[in-house]
C-alpha cells in the first residue's frame, strides 16, 4: 500500500537514527488514476537513507531492458562496482537515445498520453465487471497500474476460475498464487494494459461463463 505523507517522514526519521537505508520501488507511480500521482520519498530525503529503484519496462517497453537506481552518493561507488562485478550491460545506444528522449520531453509526454490511454481502459473494464458480473465480484486496486483484482464469492476456486478462462483465451492470474503462506481471500488480477475496448467487452463476459461453471 501508499505510505500517507506522515507515515513516510516517520520511516525516514527512523532510517536516519537507525543508520538504515530504504530501498523504494516507485512501482506504478506514474499510472495512479484516483489522485494525482504521489511524490516519491526519495524527493523528501534529506539524510541520504533513499536507494530509489525504477524502471522504463512499463512506461515504455520491456524488450528496452533498461532500469535505474538512484543512490546517494556515498554508494555510488559501490553500485558502481556491483555492476563491474556482474559484467551485465545493456547497450549503450539504447541508453543515449533514452536520454535525448527524456530530455527532450518526449517520455514526459509519452505518459501523460498513456495515463489517459489507461485509465479510460481501466474504468470501461470496472463498468463491464459491474455490468455482467454485478455484486458477484468485489474490485479492489483500480486506483493505479494496468491491473485490478476482483476478489471471488467464497467457495470459489480461484486457480479453477483461471483454468477455465485460459480455455477461452483469457489470461488471469489466481490471486491465490501471490500469498506467500496460505491463500485468504480467492480473486483474479486481470490486466487491461495491452486489451482493445471490444476485447474487454468479450473477456468479461467470457469470464461470467467461467464463473457460472463454478
Not at 500521482?37 to 530509489?52: F, H
Not at 474490485?139 to 497500474?145: D, H, K
Not at 471471488?152 to 486457480?159: C, I, K, N, P, Y
Not at 469470464?207 to 461453471?213: A, I, S
Request: charged fraction near 20%; charge should be positive.
Amino acid at each position: 500500500m501508499t505510505l500517507s505523507a506522515t507515515r513516510r517522514m516517520q520511516l525516514l526519521h527512523w532510517a536516519k537514527h537507525s543508520g538504515a537505508w530504504i530501498i523504494e520501488d516507485d512501482y506504478d507511480s506514474e499510472y495512479r488514476f484516483a489522485s494525482r500521482p504521489i511524490g516519491a520519498m526519495q524527493g523528501m530525503d534529506s539524510d541520504a537513507r533513499v536507494i530509489y529503484l525504477g524502471t522504463f519496462s512499463k512506461v515504455m517497453f520491456p524488450a528496452l531492458r533498461l532500469g535505474y537506481v538512484v543512490a546517494p552518493k556515498d554508494l555510488i561507488a559501490a553500485f558502481c562496482g556491483a555492476v563491474d562485478a556482474a559484467g551485465i550491460y545493456t547497450s549503450p545506444l539504447n541508453q543515449i537515445v533514452l536520454t535525448d528522449f527524456i530530455r527532450e520531453g518526449h517520455l514526459a509526454r509519452h505518459i501523460r498520453r498513456t495515463r489517459m490511454l489507461y485509465m479510460e481502459r481501466r474504468e470501461l473494464l470496472v463498468k463491464a465487471i459491474r455490468k455482467h458480473l454485478g455484486p458477484t465480484l468485489e474490485i479492489v486496486g483500480a486506483e493505479a497500474g494496468m491491473h485490478l483484482v476482483v476478489l471471488l464469492a467464497r467457495g470459489q476456486d480461484d486457480r479453477e476460475v483461471a483454468g477455465r478462462a485460459a480455455t477461452k483465451g483469457i489470461s488471469v492470474i489466481p490471486l491465490s498464487s501471490c500469498y506467500r503462506g496460505d491463500a485468504g481471500l480467492g480473486g483474479l488480477i486481470l490486466g487491461y494494459g495491452g486489451a482493445s475496448v471490444p476485447q474487454i467487452h468479450e473477456g468479461v463476459r467470457k469470464l461470467k461463463v467461467c464463473l457460472q461453471q463454478n
